[in-house]
T-cell receptor, first 117, second 111 residues
Framework: EAGVAQSPRYKIIEKRQSVAFWCNPI?????LYWYQQILGQGPKLLIQ????????DSQLPKDRFSAERLKGVDSTLKIQPAKLEDSAVYLC???????????????FGNGTRLTVT | AQSVAQPEDQVNVAEGNPLTVKCTYS??????LFWYVQYPNRGLQFLLK????DNLVKGSYGFEAEFNKSQTSFHLKKPSALVSDSALYFC?????????WGAGTKLIIKP
């Protein structure tokens, strides 16, 4: 099966600019996650979608970050305006939903490395 | 507060020797435990999980992990390390619908 696709792989922007990341999950996976991974740290969940509905966005800085998952497939994460501390790798992941698959593993894309200067 | 600890930032092992990467957790209720591996410039890959049953679970690439309820640990092990096992390893625990991640352990296997 094709894996989780993310683009771009790398992005360099200046602070106060805006940026968008795109993710295409594995076909049939209804649950989609966006994580932020700062160098030397574990992944931090930004937002979780179930189909096109938001399940958890408690750690999403909503004053500057936004995400959408139109039609319950592809997703876009946007930062506007960016700050220096947003420099990180942004990982998209997907998993199968359902009670039986509650503990199904996450499948990650290769991530987008964002550098804010 | 719920947490996952990986007490070693880095583990160095000679090729062919057994390896252990440690993970301990503090969560309420029954935990569901996972190990993931991250190679340079790549996303995380699932290695193995413990949900219930036998305390020793086997996963990808010859890795296994032992669940110890009394010590609240889930250490990752491999009998004979390969240079290609060098990577960043993350332990994660699912509790109350939340997935809690450790900070990661860098594993270096020397030829």
């Amino acid at each position: 099966e094709a894996g989780v696709a993310q683009s771009p792989r790398y992005k360099i922007i200046e602070k106060r600019q805006s940026v968008a990341f795109w993710c295409n999950p594995i076909s049939g996976h209804a649950t989609l996650y966006w994580y932020q991974q700062i160098l030397g740290q574990g992944p931090k969940l930004l937002i979780q979608f179930q189909n096109n509905g938001v399940v958890d966005d408690s750690q999403l800085p909503k004053d500057r970050f936004s995400a959408e998952r139109l039609k319950g497939v592809d997703s876009t994460l946007k930062i506007q305006p960016a700050k220096l501390e947003d420099s990180a790798v942004y990982l998209c992941a997907s998993s199968s939903p359902g009670t039986a698959d509650f503990n199904s593993p996450l499948h990650f894309g290769n991530g987008t490395r964002l550098t804010v200067t | 507060a719920q947490s996952v600890a990986q007490p070693e930032d880095q583990v160095n092992v000679a090729e062919g020797n057994p390896l252990t990467v440690k993970c301990t957790y503090s969560v309420s209720g029954n935990p569901y435990l996972f190990w993931y591996v991250q190679y340079p410039n790549r996303g995380l890959q699932f290695l193995l999980k413990y949900i219930t049953g036998d305390n020793l679970v086997k996963g990808s690439y010859g890795f296994e992990a032992e669940f110890n309820k009394s010590q609240t640990s889930f250490h990752l092990k491999k009998p004979s390390a390969l240079v290609s096992d060098s990577a960043l390893y993350f332990c994660a625990v699912k509790s109350n619908y939340q997935l809690i991640w450790g900070a990661g352990t860098k594993l270096i296997i020397k030829p």
